[in-house]
């Protein structure tokens, strides 16, 4: 029965998808070298263990939004779920090296785009919990299928740099925000009661506004 083992060991940006897409490259080992793998049906919860690195102070301010103030950390900092992936992995027999495709979001109501735009430097660590179906032979050559052990995991430190050039690619000096549709019609109108010919001018317009508003006391 196969006993397989997963590395990944590099992370780049898919040039050509039609979404942001990283693509991690992936070893897999059989304990066995000799068993002949036919497919594997792969599954892979993508975890960020946002408490397995340190963030500098302007990092800590653009992640109160996630964990709070820092004082709290030691009970708001832990794994949060990034995304779910899978992958089909052709024969084998030993070894093989795959790709694992990871589409990806800059809609900053997902707590990990938040997390992922919060950091500046460095590496995000992530865990990779791994599920799945292998066929493969049995000595006499019939085809047998068995489930992926339940505690398969490889840890990956992604360069922030990695991201950060992905997004740069898909939205080159841009990001995307997600509104309600009645805060977009009243934003829709002040936009065209204003003759404001962009959406980035509307927003500079109520955003002086707002800074230049005196506060009260």
Same mark, same amino acid.
């Given at each position: 029965?196969?006993?397989?083992?997963?590395?990944?060991?590099?992370?780049?940006?898919?040039?050509?998808?039609?979404?942001?897409?990283?693509?991690?490259?992936?070893?897999? @080992?059989? @304990?066995?070298?000799?068993?002949?793998?036919?497919?594997?049906?792969?599954? @892979?919860?993508?975890?960020?263990?946002?408490?397995?690195?340190?963030?500098?102070?302007?990092?800590?301010?653009?992640?109160?939004?996630?964990?709070?103030?820092?004082?709290?950390?030691?009970?708001?900092?832990? &794994?949060?779920?990034?995304?779910?992936?899978?992958?089909?992995?052709p024969s084998f027999?030993?070894?093989?090296?795959?790709?694992?495709?990871? &589409?990806?979001?800059?809609?900053?109501?997902? @707590?990990?785009?938040? *997390?992922?735009?919060?950091?500046?430097?460095?590496?995000?660590?992530?865990?990779?919990?791994?599920?799945?179906?292998?066929? *493969?032979?049995?000595?006499?050559?019939?085809?047998?299928?068995?489930?992926?052990?339940?505690?398969?995991?490889?840890?990956?430190?992604?360069?922030?740099r990695v991201w950060?050039?992905?997004?740069?690619? *898909?939205?080159?000096?841009?990001?995307?925000?997600?509104?309600?549709?009645?805060?977009?019609?009243?934003? *829709?109108?002040?936009?065209?009661?204003?003759?404001?010919?962009?959406?980035?001018e509307a927003l500079?317009?109520?955003?002086?506004?707002?800074?230049?508003?005196?506060?009260?006391?």
């Amino acid at each position: 029965m196969p006993d397989l083992s997963f590395q990944v060991t590099e992370a780049s940006a898919a040039p050509f998808a039609a979404q942001p897409m990283l693509e991690l490259k992936l070893q897999i @080992a059989n @304990a066995n070298p000799e068993e002949a793998i036919h497919t594997v049906a792969l599954r @892979a919860q993508i975890q960020i263990e946002a408490q397995r690195r340190r963030y500098d102070a302007n990092e800590k301010e653009r992640l109160l939004d996630l964990f709070g103030q820092p004082e709290r950390w030691s009970r708001t900092l832990k &794994p949060m779920l990034w995304t779910h992936v899978s992958a089909v992995i052709p024969s084998f027999t030993g070894a093989t090296t795959a790709t694992l495709p990871v &589409p990806c979001t800059f809609d900053f109501n997902v @707590a990990a785009t938040k *997390y992922f735009h919060a950091v500046s430097d460095g590496e995000i660590p992530l865990n990779l919990l791994f599920s799945g179906t292998v066929f *493969y032979a049995d000595p006499e050559g019939t085809l047998q299928v068995a489930p992926i052990s339940w505690n398969k995991e490889a840890r990956f430190r992604l360069p922030v740099r990695v991201w950060r050039d992905m997004m740069d690619l *898909y939205y080159p000096n841009s990001a995307w925000l997600s509104l309600r549709r009645d805060v977009f019609e009243r934003l *829709y109108r002040y936009k065209m009661q204003g003759s404001i010919s962009t959406w980035e001018e509307a927003l500079e317009k109520l955003l002086l506004a707002a800074e230049e508003e005196p506060v009260r006391t």
